[in-house]
């Protein structure tokens, strides 16, 4: 079992509400990562790190920010949520150098009502 | 798609039976990794294989690479009701990042 942590696992919040995302590894992974995946789709990166300070848009655009101050938290933040932010939200990190193969967490649920 | 394909979409087989999914892709790659997922919950690491090597094999799992075709294919042999899962490719490229397939969903009846 990985050593990578998200909270909530399940968040039903209204409209306009900021909103942040727990992630943490205790794998001193350097590379972290965060995905959204609508139920029975394909995983879209929406933000990387390389390490501390280091923060990047990924391939699919989304309103959402991120923040690496330290190694091993990765924390998302979505200002003013919106139904169409609704979706499965996984955090993942990886091992420099190693093949890349990446570890999950167990995803964040987020429902806008 | 501009990832890649994988196919079959859906995959529905009895215990016992082997399971075989296909993943095709358009840009050049470092690797290939297999991860599956349990009911929408995080991904879990299966198998990597690098673009030099042709065959791999962990378990009942065997993965083949072709990279003159661009296509990797997972079977997994003699299923079980466990394996009842998604399945998803995803390729290393030269950015260092993961770009993840549609995924194949396999249901394993006991």
């Known amino acids: 079992e990985a050593d990578i942590y998200q909270t909530p696992r399940y968040l039903v919040i209204g409209t306009g509400k900021k909103i942040t995302l727990e992630c943490s590894q205790t794998m001193g992974h350097d590379k972290m990562y965060w995905y959204q995946q609508d139920p029975g789709m394909e995983l879209h990166l929406i933000h990387y790190s390389y390490g501390v300070n280091s923060t990047e848009k990924g391939d699919l655009s989304s309103e959402s920010t991120v923040s690496r101050i330290r190694t091993e938290h990765f924390p998302l933040t979505l200002e003013s949520a919106r139904p169409s932010h609704t979706s499965q939200y996984l955090c993942?990190?990886?091992?420099?150098?190693?093949?890349?193969?990446?570890?999950f967490g167990p995803g964040t649920r987020l429902l806008v009502l | 798609s501009q990832q890649g394909e994988e196919d079959p979409q859906a995959l529905s087989i009895q215990e016992g039976e082997n399971a075989t999914m296909n993943c095709s892709y358009k840009t050049s790659i470092n690797n290939l990794q297999w991860y599956r997922q349990n009911s929408g919950r995080g991904l879990v690491h299966l198998i990597l294989?690098?673009?030099?090597?042709r065959e791999k094999h962990s378990g009942r799992l065997r993965v083949t690479l072709d990279t003159s075709k661009k296509s990797s294919s997972l079977l997994i042999t003699a299923s079980r009701a466990a394996d009842t899962a998604s399945y998803f490719c995803?390729?290393?490229?030269?950015?260092?990042?993961?770009?993840f397939g549609q995924g194949t969903i396999l249901t394993v009846h006991p």
């Open positions: 993942a990190s990886s091992d420099m150098g190693v093949g890349e193969t990446q570890y």
């Open positions: 995803a390729r290393l490229t030269s950015y260092g990042k993961l770009t």
């Open positions: 294989i690098r673009s030099n090597e």
